[in-house]
């Protein structure tokens, strides 16, 4: 009888004990197989921080490729593009070809629309996949030895914030000249969230000279402009967009169930609701039940699950619920100045402690998962 075969789509925050884990799978007698576009993954959560010269892209990535092949996994080094539930396959976008599954899981994360950007322009940077944040740093440090640049930072969210606020760090402690600084944040800066943290970010920002334009709406980037609404125009050398993300594109290209905004729609058990054999976490989900904030916290909490629930569907076992309801989470965003800001619940303050505590669990986090390889 041929061995079960075990997918993943991506080695993203979901997927991290499934993949520290394929050995027993393997000595089980079953064949795992993880289809990803790079050899590591980047940890979003020290991606500012590697943008503004914290860490190094070494410390916050996970060498997939090696975790898998060590423990006795096939890697396949591309991406998928569609999934066939009725045949059981993923198609291989550089090969074409079709990688059959008896288990399928999906976490294959999300990616910033493009919405509004007409024209070539090699200096505008979505902040997904984590890995731009390293050629933007690169890239800014090359453009600021002739002068003063202007960095546009577009998004009125926490990761344009914190992206805000960690290329201020580059440019204080790498460049030559001080970037000019822009944060376009849409009708309100933090608006979604406790008006503490809108308050203590807008002052961190404002206090280093980043000037924060709000009320304005942008219609379209077209190279180095920047047009709202109003018509207005402003000119930038580096654009960073951080608008928002959406989950990935495979299922709806592969007419699977999805939800509102195009993600897998999963049932409590983070099973497709369609296909009993597919499950998925993380950002790329639509989880049925109630809507899910798009963060780590929620794929990170999502890995015991998915790795009990996919090697039950293997064996035949019971599957276990998904219980988003666990105690408020925490969110510590990197202000770049070595201060954060530290929310749990209403529970809200800044400082350096914030920033000291981030640090702490960040690093112990990848050193949870870097530590599996040898
Ligand atoms: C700048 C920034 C900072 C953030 N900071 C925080 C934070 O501090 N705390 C927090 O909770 N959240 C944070 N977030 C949100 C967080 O990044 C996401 O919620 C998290 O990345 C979701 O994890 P994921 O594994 O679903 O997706 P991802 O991290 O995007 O991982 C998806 C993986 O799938 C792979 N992949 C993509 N497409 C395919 C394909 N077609 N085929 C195969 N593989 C594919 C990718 O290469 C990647 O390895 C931040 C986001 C940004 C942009």
Same mark, same amino acid.
């Given at each position: 009888?041929?061995?079960?075969?075990?997918?993943?789509?991506?080695?993203?925050?979901?997927?991290?004990?499934?993949?520290?884990?394929?050995?027993?799978?393997?000595?089980?007698?079953?064949?795992?197989?993880?289809?990803?576009?790079?050899?590591?993954?980047?940890?979003?959560?020290?991606?500012?921080?590697?943008?503004?010269?914290?860490?190094?892209?070494?410390?916050?990535?996970?060498?997939?490729?090696?975790?898998?092949?060590?423990?006795?996994?096939?890697?396949?080094?591309?991406?998928?593009?569609?999934?066939?539930?009725?045949?059981?396959?993923?198609?291989?976008?550089?090969?074409?070809?079709?990688?059959?599954?008896?288990?399928?899981?999906?976490?294959?994360?999300?990616?910033?629309?493009?919405?509004?950007?007409?024209?070539?322009?090699?200096?505008?940077?979505?902040?997904?996949?984590?890995?731009?944040?390293?050629?933007?740093?690169?890239?800014?440090?090359?453009?600021?030895?002739?002068?003063?640049?202007?960095?546009?930072?577009?998004?009125?969210?926490?990761?344009?914030?914190?992206?805000?606020?960690?290329?201020?760090?580059?440019?204080?402690?790498?460049?030559?000249?001080?970037?000019?600084?822009?944060?376009?944040?849409?009708?309100?800066?933090?608006?979604?969230?406790?008006?503490?943290?809108?308050?203590? !970010?807008?002052?961190? $920002?404002? %206090?280093? +000279?980043?000037?924060? =334009?709000?009320?304005?709406? #942008?219609?379209?980037? /077209?190279?180095?402009?920047?047009?709202?609404?109003?018509?207005?125009?402003?000119?930038?050398?580096?654009?960073?967009?951080?608008?928002?993300?959406?989950?990935?594109?495979?299922?709806?290209?592969?007419?699977?169930?999805?939800?509102?905004?195009?993600?897998?729609?999963?049932?409590?058990?983070?099973?497709?609701?369609?296909?009993?054999?597919?499950?998925?976490?993380?950002?790329?989900?639509?989880? !049925?039940?109630?809507? $899910?904030? %798009?963060? +780590?916290?929620?794929? =990170?909490?999502?890995?015991? #699950?998915?790795?009990? /629930?996919?090697?039950?569907?293997?064996?035949?076992?019971?599957?276990?619920?998904?219980?988003?309801?666990?105690?408020?989470?925490?969110?510590?965003?990197?202000?770049?100045?070595?201060?954060?800001?530290?929310?749990?619940?209403?529970?809200?303050?800044?400082?350096?402690?914030?920033?000291?505590?981030?640090?702490?669990?960040?690093?112990?986090?990848?050193?949870?998962?870097?530590?599996?390889?040898?």
């Amino acid at each position: 009888m041929s061995k079960q075969h075990l997918v993943l789509i991506g080695g993203g925050h979901a997927h991290l004990l499934t993949l520290t884990n394929i050995r027993t799978l393997v000595d089980k007698g079953y064949r795992v197989t993880v289809i990803q576009p790079s050899q590591y993954h980047y940890y979003s959560g020290m991606g500012p921080g590697m943008l503004g010269g914290t860490y190094t892209a070494k410390q916050i990535r996970f060498q997939t490729r090696k975790m898998v092949e060590q423990q006795g996994g096939r890697f396949i080094l591309d991406r998928v593009t569609a999934i066939a539930p009725e045949k059981g396959s993923v198609t291989l976008k550089l090969t074409g070809e079709r990688v059959p599954y008896d288990v399928l899981s999906c976490n294959a994360g999300s990616y910033v629309p493009s919405n509004g950007i007409t024209g070539n322009n090699s200096n505008i940077f979505t902040v997904k996949p984590i890995e731009l944040l390293l050629a933007a740093r690169e890239r800014i440090i090359a453009l600021s030895e002739h002068g003063t640049i202007r960095v546009a930072v577009i998004g009125g969210g926490p990761s344009s914030v914190e992206v805000a606020g960690n290329v201020w760090r580059l440019g204080y402690d790498h460049c030559e000249y001080q970037p000019e600084m822009t944060l376009i944040a849409g009708s309100q800066l933090l608006g979604r969230l406790n008006p503490k943290i809108s308050n203590l !970010a807008r002052n961190s $920002l404002q %206090k280093r +000279g980043i000037r924060i =334009v709000e009320g304005k709406r #942008i219609t379209e980037i /077209n190279k180095q402009e920047i047009r709202f609404t109003s018509g207005e125009t402003m000119q930038a050398d580096i654009i960073f967009s951080a608008i928002g993300v959406r989950p990935s594109r495979i299922f709806t290209n592969s007419g699977l169930p999805t939800g509102p905004d195009g993600g897998l729609l999963v049932n409590r058990f983070l099973q497709s609701t369609g296909f009993e054999n597919i499950f998925g976490g993380g950002d790329c989900i639509s989880f !049925a039940p109630e809507p $899910l904030a %798009k963060v +780590g916290v929620y794929a =990170v909490r999502q890995n015991p #699950i998915l790795m009990h /629930n996919l090697t039950a569907c293997l064996t035949g076992e019971p599957l276990q619920e998904f219980d988003p309801h666990g105690s408020n989470y925490l969110q510590i965003y990197n202000l770049g100045d070595n201060t954060g800001i530290f929310c749990k619940g209403s529970f809200v303050f800044s400082g350096r402690m914030a920033f000291l505590l981030k640090d702490y669990i960040d690093r112990r986090f990848m050193r949870t998962f870097q530590q599996s390889i040898s």
